[in-house]
């Protein structure tokens, strides 16, 4: 079965460190476009950060320089470094798999979505 | 940067509706146009990819078209469980933008 699990979430606070988690199971992360999109609470999607050929990342405007996004592709995991957090990070952080296009490149919509993990940052 | 904007923000509907939702574009943009529903708690499922492509095991009654800056979602008649938050969802250069939803109401 495909499937995304996510971890490391709780209750850190403002300007603390969390490193957030995304096991993949019944494919390889290596051959997908892999993100982390998140969710204020009543809030809408936000998409974060994304990882592809390998090693290249780009983020969103609101977490660039402070987030960092990362694979083991020996574990077939995700990784999101959250850095310098401040109250309006938290969320609900899913991890969010860039659908199958026939090789390295983006389909443009998210297939398979974790369960989310939820990071509260206290001011 | 490009904004996505949906309208409307809540609808009221009831079963066998046929209901629309539209999200529109700042810019004109490819077709790489994505919509997905979430229920309460649970992560959000995709629903159509590719502006009109409907993802595997999703019901019919789901369509999706347009193009340039405008895009719909249509449910032909709706049920039960179709009562939920939409979202539309664009793609350019690595960016992935998501419009503020629609809330799916019943009437």
């Known amino acids: 079965e495909v499937q995304l699990v996510e971890s490391g979430g709780g209750l850190i606070q403002s300007g603390g460190s969390l490193r957030l988690s995304c096991a993949a199971s019944?494919?390889?992360?290596?051959?997908?476009?892999m993100s982390w999109v998140r969710q204020a609470p009543g809030k809408g999607l936000e998409w974060v950060s994304v990882?592809?050929?390998?090693?290249?990342?780009y983020y969103a405007d609101s977490v660039k320089g402070r987030f960092t996004i990362s694979t083991d592709n020996s574990k077939n995991t995700v990784y999101l470094q959250m850095n310098s957090l401040r109250a309006e990070d938290t969320a609900v952080y899913y991890c969010?798999?860039?659908?199958?296009?026939?090789?390295?490149?983006?389909?443009?919509?998210?297939?398979?979505w974790g369960q989310g993990t939820i990071i509260t940052v206290s001011s | 940067d490009i904004q996505m904007t949906q309208s409307p923000s809540t609808l009221s509907a009831s079963v066998g509706d046929r209901v629309t939702i539209t999200c529109r574009a700042t810019?004109?943009?490819?077709?790489?146009l994505a919509w997905y529903q979430q229920k309460p708690g649970k992560a959000p499922k995709l629903l159509i990819y590719?502006?009109?492509n409907l993802a595997s095991g999703v019901p019919s009654r789901f369509s999706g078209s347009g193009s340039g800056t405008e895009f719909t979602l249509t449910i032909s008649s709706l049920q039960p469980d179709d009562f939920a938050t939409y979202y539309c969802?664009?793609?350019?250069?690595?960016?992935?933008?998501f419009g503020q939803g629609t809330k799916v109401e019943i009437k």
């Open positions: 590719m502006a009109s």
């Open positions: 990882i592809y050929s390998g090693t290249s990342t």
């Open positions: 969010a798999r860039d659908a199958d296009c026939g090789g390295d490149c983006s389909s443009g919509a998210f297939d398979i």
């Open positions: 019944g494919f390889t992360i290596s051959n997908n476009y």
């Open positions: 810019h004109i943009i490819n077709n790489w």
């Open positions: 969802q664009k793609y350019n250069s690595y960016v992935y933008i």
